[in-house]
């Protein structure tokens, strides 16, 4: 009985190692597909049916490098196998879209370490909108980041999206011992229930975003600078800036003839006023009343708080 129970242990071992070996394989052979718009060093499945990439670097121009990238979600390895033909997450990596298999079962996690973006003088440029509107002065440029003695950006980091009763939530966390600590979550409400698979945004509404930051420098550095340039102090500056702001929301509110209302305007030129005269954290929270539909983004009626 002994060597009948131990031979079996021995087939099931061999069988599941030769399953992983197999996906690992195929995992492989998929992202040596996509090259060479990436490279990487080793990518494989783990028994959970995670997927760990290490050395991942996207390809010039885009000088980004990571060392340790994981995507998690409970069963999909399970599900990868059931469902082989059947895209639940696509991935979008310049204009080029990945599929992944039997990814977006809940909890789906994204998570990197030693994420390392240079700052070269042309990785971006001010958006049209910005200059138009007269906020170019307050955006800084990769030549400003620079002088103020930022080079690149090495973050840590994840994405999470579970569900939470009858909501899903989406956060995302990124940090820079140097730059600080942005929190951002999301809440949506499903328009239907029970939730169907695969996940569709247009399935969902918008409730609630949070956005938390915590300041490690770079925002003092930049007011400094917007002072020094505008040749005036933090006060005042900080004082036209949330001026200028409040006229735009103004502006933007007559514009749209009603579809687009805010209300807590006061708690959020507070708390940037405070923010930008002594740097530290940042919270806000914006709630949609009612929750926004994906579809109908030209109706947007919000509180901040």
């Known amino acids: 009985m002994r060597k009948v129970t131990a031979t079996l242990l021995l087939a099931s ?3 599941l190692g030769a399953g992983k070996a197999y996906w690992d394989h195929q995992l492989n052979q998929y992202l040596t597909e996509k090259q060479p718009f990436f490279s ?8 959970l049916g995670n997927i760990t990439v290490q050395h991942f670097t996207l390809q010039p121009p885009r000088s980004l490098s990571i060392a340790n990238l994981k995507l998690s979600s409970i ?4 599900m990868g196998a059931l469902l082989p033909t059947t895209s639940l997450l696509t ?9 992944l298999p039997g990814l977006a079962y809940l909890p789906l996690s994204l998570e990197f370490q030693d994420a390392n973006f240079a700052i070269h003088t042309n990785s971006w440029e001010i958006p049209l909108l910005a200059k138009s509107l007269g906020y170019a002065p307050f955006i800084p440029t990769p030549q400003d980041l620079q002088n103020m003695g930022y080079s690149h950006l090495q973050l840590q980091g994840y994405l999470h999206l579970t569900q939470v009763a009858t909501q899903l939530q989406t956060t995302v966390e990124l940090t820079d011992a140097n730059w600080g600590k942005f929190t951002l979550s999301i809440n949506w409400l499903p328009l239907t229930t029970p939730v169907h698979w695969p996940l569709r945004i247009e399935e969902f509404s918008l409730h609630q975003i949070t956005l938390h930051f ?11 600078r917007w ?7 933090r006060e005042t500056l900080v004082y036209l800036l949330i001026t200028q702001l409040n006229q735009s929301l103004t ?10 209302k805010i209300t807590g305007q006061q708690t959020l030129f507070t708390k940037l006023t405070q923010f930008l005269t002594h740097p530290d954290l940042l919270t806000l929270t914006i709630t949609m009343t009612p929750p926004l539909k994906i579809d109908n983004l030209l109706t947007v009626h919000c509180h901040i708080s």
């Open 13 to 15: 071992a061999l069988a």
């Open 40 to 47: 990487y060093q080793t990518a494989q499945f783990s028994w």
């Open 75 to 78: 069963g999909s390895l399970l």
């Open 91 to 99: 991935l979008q990596i310049g204009s080029h879209p990945i599929a």
């Open 214 to 224: 915590q300041e490690a420098g770079l925002i003092k550095k930049m007011v400094a």
């Open 227 to 233: 002072a020094q340039t505008q040749g005036t102090d």
């Open 251 to 260: 502006n933007w509110v007559k514009m749209t003839d009603g579809n687009f």
